[in-house]
């Protein structure tokens, strides 16, 4: 590569300017961690973290080398060799300062983050200058960081599990069929058979339920319709057990339901005669299998009813049209023509609700009771005096080798075959209607649903206005007033403001993060694609106690030793949402033009100016649209963080949890009540000024009368 002066003149003054960066960092901020952070640090020990340095080696390391770089000895060879020295030092530099702080237990800070980040800042300029992505400075460096997160963040962590389960950290002892004797264990067999039976189950049921809604919202003629909208929107936004607690009110033992056959009959209870006095006794039915079903069913049919609903829009009426004025009837018409274009919408719903069933783990552990399931049984494995971190291995292991299983079914199955007709938009012509009497059996199922989750969310807001559910109804505001009225540093608001700060920081970041990967991704093909690929794919399919599992046995020693801090928690929101920023971003750049960003490119514009002036307008919609789910998914975020909190970072979920544990549901109702009153109104402001939504309806209608 013929490399000119002044890219080479650049090039080297940014190499200066990141060196110094990295020696400043040396001079005047706290090169290991520190235990309450920069800022809540005490004096000792901020002098301590500060000046260890001067007696330890191991800081010296990168220093010197940084130092080097600074001056760069060799500038005066040729210009391919001083930049493959350039990049081979940084780089060589970075993993012996992590294999170090790993060898010698060193606990990295804030001055050893911004060296590492110098250190790879330098080996990516010297990579774009000896050709690495077509001479890109800021691509090449991009891709070097989202592979440095991907490994440090979900494969390291990952590979953690896997050591735990072969090696015994008691005596060090390599244990290779460990894994198979845990397998092998009675327990283990009936968790995973639970799991899966009730996977299946729950996406038969949602995704049958979902084709429904969709069908109903797209092709029936009743005024209402438009009401599934806002009913799908619900279970989104809802904290994931809050569910299972609304069907505790209405359905446990102290529920309205058992209230209802108490008053009734004498003696109450529900559909089980259990002998005793009266006709029957109180049942407790809602908790095992049927109760974690129907909290599943409620909770995932909206994802498969979204999947589907926007798989309508895509079917061009002609095709219908086609169909009617050869004779067929609109039954034979919907089985014959419309059905068969709906086949990978339907195995996508079909799948994502077995892989959301299996990840599933706040509706397990509130409806549970003795049906055990494999996100639970992780779960059990640590806390308490059990603290099995190899079953807990074994049993994370399993779980993503399923989901994983599932997703790559999923990915090769559906993600390289198109059913688009003609151009993939909803072409000229009206939607065929439903038959009358497909119409009104959709319906009584609709109209069903909605008023059946009208009481569910009506239990979970009017339970926390009561004095105790189940035995005392009077009107009251104690709960609320337990959880607000003491002050911001008592009750509820703790927890509240540190979801709020955390959601918030974490949500820009995934969507930046997840946007930047499938611009990558879609764009760019370098060296290495495959492990980003990878990465990203993985990210799909950890469920979230895998995650938590893996964080605390990565990231509880050094070098990287985040476990009781709050950026462990910002770090777990970015990696378990990043999918959601991927699939928007790379359904949004399957809409721009590549010629574009080529046009810019053309002019000497760089990829860094490229981006900021021609692509990010254009994404502006997916960056928001990420944005607000990524943050509504921080806010209710319970099976990864549940590992991950502390006292001092508790969030919104884990204290409804630790209510729920006491018995008291009426403030974990309220607090939930308030969650999904925050989250609704930011979703409502969200669709006022940005009209996302708005768009996509008026094209819907434009296209395909939807």
């Not at 080479?8 to 940014?14: C, L, Q």
């Not at 438009?226 to 505790?248: E, M, N, Q």
């Not at 497909?438 to 009017?462: E, H, P, R």
């Amino acid at each position: 590569m013929i490399i000119s002066t002044s890219d080479s003149a650049r090039t080297e003054r940014a190499i200066l300017a990141w060196s110094l960066a990295g020696l400043a960092a040396f001079a005047v901020l706290p090169w290991r961690a520190l235990d309450y952070g920069l800022f809540d640090a005490l004096p000792s020990e901020l002098w301590d973290a500060v000046g260890w340095r001067v007696a330890d080696w191991l800081p010296w390391l990168p220093t010197v080398v940084l130092a080097v770089l600074a001056v760069r000895p060799w500038r005066a060879a040729a210009p391919a060799l001083a930049y493959r020295i350039d990049a081979a030092l940084g780089g060589a530099a970075i993993l012996a300062l992590l294999a170090g702080a790993k060898i010698w237990g060193v606990p990295l800070g804030l001055a050893a983050a911004i060296q590492i980040t110098a250190l790879g800042a330098i080996a990516a300029l010297a990579a774009a200058r000896l050709g690495y992505v077509q001479g890109d400075g800021f691509m090449t460096g991009s891709i070097l960081l989202i592979a440095g997160l991907i490994a440090a963040f979900i494969l390291f962590p990952l590979s953690t599990i896997l050591i735990r389960v072969v090696v015994d950290f008691k005596t060090g002892e390599f244990t290779p069929f460990r894994f198979f004797e845990i397998v092998m264990s009675p327990g283990f067999g009936r968790a995973l058979w639970n799991s899966l039976v009730l996977a299946i189950a729950v996406a038969v049921s949602t995704t049958i339920l979902g084709l429904v809604f969709a069908l109903y919202a797209t092709r029936a003629t009743a005024r209402f319709r438009g009401l599934i909208r806002i009913f799908s929107i619900l279970p989104i936004i809802t904290p994931p057990f809050v569910v299972g607690l609304a069907l505790i009110l209405i359905f446990g033992r102290s529920g309205t339901i058992n209230d209802g056959l108490l008053a009734l009959f004498g003696s109450g209870g529900l559909l089980v005669p259990e002998g005793g006095s009266g006709w029957f006794q109180r049942s407790g039915y809602i908790y095992g299998f049927w109760g974690i079903f129907l909290a599943q069913t409620l909770a995932f049919t909206p994802v498969s009813y979204l999947v589907l609903h926007g798989l309508f829009g895509t079917i061009s009426p002609s095709l219908e049209e086609a169909s009617l004025t050869m004779r067929a009837s609109d039954w034979q018409t919907l089985r014959h023509v419309t059905f068969p274009l709906l086949r990978p919408g339907i195995a996508n719903a079909f799948l994502l609700s077995v892989i959301e069933s299996l990840a599933d783990f706040g509706n397990p552990l509130i409806l549970g009771g003795d049906y055990d399931v494999l996100s639970t049984e992780i779960y059990f494995s640590i806390v308490g005096a059990r603290l099995d971190y190899a079953r807990a291995g074994a049993l994370g292991l399993t779980l993503l080798a399923v989901s994983l299983a599932i997703f790559v079914i999923q990915n090769r199955w559906i993600g390289r075959k198109s059913y688009v007709t003609v151009t993939g938009k909803g072409g000229g012509g009206h939607l065929m209607p439903l038959p009358s009497w497909m119409q009104n059996s959709c319906g009584v199922v609709v109209y069903a649903w909605i008023a059946f989750t009208a009481v569910l969310y009506g239990s979970i807001f009017m339970g926390g206005l009561v004095a105790n559910w189940g035995a005392d109804y009077t009107p009251t505001f104690t709960h609320h007033a337990e959880l607000w009225a003491a002050g911001l540093n008592y009750g509820g608001w703790p927890s509240y403001l540190n979801t709020l700060k955390l959601a918030l920081i974490a949500a820009p970041l995934t969507a930046v993060l997840g946007i930047l990967i499938a611009y990558v991704t879609t764009r760019k093909r370098f060296v290495g694609r495959g492990l980003v690929d990878f990465g990203a794919m993985l990210s799909f399919a950890i469920p979230g106690t895998v995650m938590g599992v893996s964080y605390i046995l990565a990231f509880n020693v050094p070098p990287i030793q985040l476990t009781g801090t709050a950026l462990i928690l910002v770090v777990s929101f970015i990696f378990r949402n990043m999918p959601v920023g991927i699939r928007t971003g790379v359904s949004a750049l399957s809409q721009i033009d590549k010629s574009l960003e080529e046009a810019s490119l053309t002019q000497r514009a760089g990829s860094l100016r490229t981006i900021i002036s021609v692509v990010l307008p254009l994404l502006r919609p997916a960056i928001i649209s990420a944005s607000v789910y990524s943050f509504i998914r921080a806010m209710t975020a319970f099976s990864a963080v549940i590992f991950l909190v502390t006292a001092q970072t508790n969030v919104a979920t884990t204290y409804i949890l630790a209510r729920v544990e006491r018995g008291n549901y009426g403030v974990a109702v309220a607090y939930g009540s308030v969650l999904i009153l925050t989250m609704l109104i930011v979703s409502m402001l969200i669709d006022h000024f940005v009209g996302r939504s708005r768009v996509q309806r008026r094209v819907a209608l434009a296209g395909g009368n939807a």
